[in-house]
């Protein structure tokens, strides 16, 4: 059974920084694309970050230069390394997995944890 697990949300003021972590089982994260995406009150759900075949890395242009995805196959775990984090960042951060980097970079993955709460406040 696929299961993703997202920790290390919190509260954070403007400018600090949070790791997220991502435990995947049921599948192996080495042969799966990955992405971090959230979603704010109101908003529609925004891809973060993906991780995709060769470890190819890509960013949403708001996040470039201060996020930093990545993973480790032999714990099974996707992270998002989160710095100088905004108060408009302030969102439920979601892990999502599919064996297609397609349906990652659309946003549509196959597989979603329940979603770890960032709060940044000013």
């Known amino acids: 059974q696929v299961q993703l697990v997202e920790s290390g949300g919190g509260s954070v003021q403007a400018g600090g920084s949070l790791r997220l972590s991502c435990a995947a089982s049921g599948f192996p994260v080495s042969e799966y694309r990955m992405g971090w995406f959230r979603q704010a009150p109101g908003k529609e759900r925004e891809m973060v970050a993906c991780i995709l075949i060769d470890s190819f890395t890509t960013y949403a242009d708001s996040v470039k230069g201060r996020f930093t995805i990545s993973k480790d196959n032999a714990k099974n775990t996707v992270y998002l390394q989160m710095n100088s984090l905004k108060p408009e960042e302030t969102a439920t951060y979601y892990c999502?997995?599919?064996?297609?980097?397609?349906?990652?970079?659309?946003?549509?993955?196959?597989?979603w944890g329940q979603g770890t709460q960032v709060t940044v406040s000013s």
């Open positions: 999502g997995a599919d064996v297609s980097g397609l349906e990652v970079l659309r946003g549509t993955p196959s597989y």
